[in-house]
């Protein structure tokens, strides 16, 4: 069925929209999902996404692909170099601005809100981080 659909053709067309090596390889592999429930989940969380870009085009949204990696390194007991903690740094940046971003759009887009209030608040080693990679 998927080949009829021409299905593969379709992710890798959307995957050439995606910006991250990440969500690439999550795009591609994608299956079709059969839970209406969760498909209306999916397309209401797509409708506020759109809303919010109506009121905002720029969305302070920083990329996760580093992150990954460096959370693997410090896993293993490796330090990070100073321009690893300079991105780490500009992270946690987005991640305060996303919040404060989203702090009016409660009403707009309620499901996207309660990720944004997921964010912990990481401020105080935001300043630690700063503090050890500023001269």
Known sequence: MLPQLDYHRILNKVADKAITKRAKAKIKASRPLTNKKRIE????????????????????????????????QINKGLFLRPDQLTIVLSFLDHCRKLKRFMQDKEFTAPLITTYAWSINDLGELEQEVSRCITP
């Open 41 to 72: 989940h999916l397309l209401e969380e797509v409708r506020e996404a759109v809303q919010i870009l109506k009121i905002s085009s720029s969305v302070p949204i920083h990329s996760l692909d580093e992150m990954s990696g460096y959370l693997e």
